[in-house]
């Protein structure tokens, strides 16, 4: 009796541990993307919304990553691979009504007619439900903006640089401006364009995992695989002005494009 009442102790406790281990995504800081607008749309112009904004915007939400730099993978229902029962995507629309003009602001689709809401719910399944905030989206969106809204973490003034179609600013010295002026060293993020040229696409921050995140570390990698697979040599990056706008179109981009 004392042997069995002991197994079915244990088989709880392992019941237990698994439901706690299926709750609690085991993830040590989160990355906050800010996008470049300019570069995000340079390939495609007619393909994302005019005005193109001239502010960096939020990309990926506070997303959950190991310590590593692995990102926690979206949720997954099938595998409960992080937190049980966090609120469904198109259940967030109405809990972020409160926020959606900064939203809209600072979080838009950037693709032209793309649906914001719809981007919100993408974005809330790929991060949000796996974040310490499963059934709080509002919350969660709010702290982002929170962040994304602070000036200290303004790319465009951490960068310590100017956005120009004709200078190309080595990675090194972006990563230290950012450093100086922030206290700790970002990830930045690339794309190819043209004749294999760099473009800057994102500034990405590491905040320690907390509730809420405040408090910001070095990011383990401080460039992504786009900007690093290039020789040490060709690690500059382009970091295009927006395009100029009349009557509501964007141009001047053929600028851009033979820089």
């Known amino acids: 009796m004392v042997m069995k009442q002991f197994l079915l102790a244990f088989a709880a406790a392992v019941l237990w541990s698994s439901v706690v281990s299926a709750q609690t995504p085991d993830f040590a800081y989160y990355n906050l993307s800010l996008i470049w607008p300019a570069t995000f749309c340079f390939s495609a112009p007619r393909n994302c ?7 960096f915007t939020i990309n990926n939400g506070l997303w959950p990553t190991l ?5 926690v993978p979206p949720y997954d229902p099938a595998e409960s691979n992080c937190n049980y029962s966090p609120v469904a995507p198109a259940d967030i629309v109405n809990a972020v009504a409160p926020i959606k003009t900064r939203l809209q602001t600072k ?15 993408v974005e809330w399944g790929g991060q949000g439900m796996c974040s ?8 969660y969106f709010t702290i982002n903006l929170n962040l994304a809204e602070n000036s200290k973490y303004d790319p465009l003034k951490a960068l310590g640089v100017q956005p120009s179609s004709t200078t190309a600013y080595p990675i090194s010295i972006l990563l230290a401006n950012v450093k100086r002026n922030v206290g700790f060293y970002p990830q930045i993020s690339c794309i190819i364009q043209g004749s ?10 590491c905040f ?8 910001l570390q070095d990011c383990p990698t401080t460039m992504d695989y786009v900007c690093s697979s290039v020789p ?4 500059s990056v382009i970091f295009p002005p927006p395009p100029a706008t009349i009557s509501g179109h964007d141009v001047s981009w053929e600028l851009l494009a033979s820089a």
């Open 49 to 55: 919304i005019s005005p193109i904004p001239k502010i």
């Open 208 to 215: 320690r995992r907390a509730k809420p995140p405040t408090q």
């Open 132 to 139: 310490d905030y499963p059934q709080d989206p509002l919350t």
């Open 232 to 235: 040490a040599a060709q690690q």
């Open 196 to 205: 294999n040229k760099l473009y800057l696409r994102e500034v990405r921050f």
């Open 67 to 71: 310590q590593n730099g692995t990102q």
């Open 107 to 121: 979080w838009p689709n950037l693709l032209n007619g793309g649906s914001n809401e719809l981007f919100w719910q």
